[in-house]
């Protein structure tokens, strides 16, 4: 039986016209071609992957803002439907970091611009503060 193709077109130009429609859509739902995506972080209530300037790599819809405060010390603010005081968040440096870095986190954001919805992330290289690359979640 031959192929059929709608109107009569052309195989070759069936084949064409369903390859760029299959690759519009896998663009549209990988959000590729996009300047910044929001990150896709399952069960988690925020997450974020931030440089070491504080400015952020990616990050979950639900992560509001993230300020580096001081050498070293960052505040991530979520979104207020987040309670951070019964969370228990987890944070991890890139591999950019460098080797013997250490990082710190805690759920209090003293010290942050909006302390009742931020978590404050601390990075240090040798027993001193040092800014490094990290990554955030809050499950």
């Known amino acids: 039986m031959p192929f059929s193709t709608p109107l009569s077109m052309p195989r070759s130009r069936a084949l064409t016209v369903a390859l760029t429609a299959a690759a519009a859509a896998a663009s549209l739902l990988t959000g590729a071609g996009a300047a910044h995506a929001d990150a896709d972080v399952p069960y988690s209530q925020a997450a974020a992957q931030v440089n070491a300037s504080g400015s952020i790599a990616k990050k979950t819809a639900t992560v509001v803002a993230v300020q580096r405060v001081a050498t070293g010390k960052y505040c991530i603010e979520v979104d207020p439907t987040i309670d951070v005081a019964e969370s228990m968040p987890m944070a991890t440096l890139q ?41 955030v979640v809050i499950p």
């Open 95 to 135: 591999e950019r970091a460098n080797w013997g870095s250490e990082i710190y986190v805690t759920r209090s954001g003293s010290g942050c611009p909006n302390p009742a919805n931020s978590v404050r992330v601390i990075t240090g290289r040798n027993g001193a503060a040092s800014n490094q690359p990290f990554h």
